[in-house]
């Protein structure tokens, strides 16, 4: 199997910031893009921001600039660091991957458990 797990949530201040991180573990042989989506109460979940194994990243419109995406290819790791943050940016964040495991041998799409951001005085 394949698991992602984020971590680094919580409640932040507006105009602060927060590093989001996301772990992937298990059966895995190479990992290809990886994004953040988020998923405010009562919206449906957006895309973030997304890289590739590569490095290159996009980001959502209302997010350039002030967040930025990277990744750990060697630790499997991949980093949302959030600044200037607003109160309408209150969501679960998700960390999304395409995976393929060395038992599988196919690519597939993967998600965490979700991690809370919470953007309040």
């Known amino acids: 199997h394949a698991q992602l797990v984020e971590s680094g949530g919580g409640l932040v201040q507006p105009g602060g910031s927060l590093r989001l991180s996301c772990a992937a573990s298990g059966s895995i042989l190479i990992i290809n893009d990886m994004a953040w989506y988020r998923q405010a109460p009562g919206k449906e979940r957006e895309f973030v921001a997304t890289i590739t194994r590569g490095e290159r990243t996009n980001y959502a419109a209302s997010v350039k600039g002030r967040f930025a995406i990277s990744r750990d290819n060697a630790a499997k790791m991949v980093y949302l660091q959030m600044s200037s943050l607003k109160p309408e940016e209150t969501a679960v964040y998700y960390c999304?991957?395409?995976?393929?495991?060395?038992?599988?041998?196919?690519?597939?799409?993967?998600w965490g458990q979700g991690t809370q951001v919470t953007v309040s005085p």
């Open positions: 999304n991957a395409a995976i393929i495991r060395r038992d599988l041998g196919v690519l597939d799409d993967y």
